[in-house]
C-alpha cells in the first residue's frame, strides 16, 4: 500500500518558478513509477510528467516540457516536481500519482488509469 501527500503549492507570478512535493510512505515505494497530473476547473484530469523508479525514464507532456521537471529521491520517498517559466494555463490542482511497475522497469505510465495510488493534490495559481 502507498500513501502520497502534495505540497508545495500556492501563488506564482507568470514566469516564476515552484517546486511541488509528494511525499510518501509504504515498504514498497521504490518499486512504483510516479506521476504527476493537473486538473484545472471545468477540464479532465491530464497527464503532466512521470519518472520510473530507478530515475533513468521521463517523460513530459508537450505542454510542459522544457519548463518542468520531475525528479525523485528513493531515500526520502519523495518525488519532486521543479516548474519554471510557469504559464496562467498551468493553473490547476496538482496530483501525484502511484503506478507498480510490475515487470516493465522502463515503461512510463501517461494515463490516469494505469494509476492504482493517488494524492489529494496541492493548489498552483499563475497569476499574469
Known amino acids: 500500500q502507498v500513501q502520497l501527500v502534495e505540497s508545495g503549492g500556492g501563488l506564482v507570478q507568470a514566469g516564476g518558478s515552484l517546486r511541488l512535493s509528494c511525499a510518501a510512505s509504504g515498504r514498497t515505494f521504490s518499486n512504483y513509477a510516479m506521476g504527476w497530473f493537473r486538473q484545472a476547473p471545468g477540464k479532465e484530469r491530464e497527464f503532466v510528467a512521470a519518472?520510473?523508479?530507478?530515475?533513468?525514464?521521463?517523460d513530459y507532456a508537450f505542454s510542459v516540457r522544457g519548463r518542468f521537471t520531475i525528479s525523485r529521491d528513493n531515500a526520502k520517498n519523495t518525488v519532486y516536481l521543479q516548474m519554471n517559466s510557469v504559464k496562467p494555463e498551468d493553473t490547476a490542482v496538482y496530483y501525484c500519482?502511484?503506478?507498480?511497475?510490475?515487470?516493465?522497469?522502463?515503461?512510463?505510465?501517461?494515463?490516469?488509469?494505469?494509476?492504482?495510488?493517488w494524492g489529494q493534490g496541492t493548489q498552483v495559481t499563475v497569476s499574469s
Open positions: 500519482a502511484a503506478a507498480d511497475q510490475g515487470g516493465s522497469p522502463y515503461y512510463i505510465p501517461r494515463r490516469a488509469y494505469e494509476y492504482g495510488y
Open positions: 519518472i520510473n523508479w530507478s530515475s533513468t525514464s521521463k
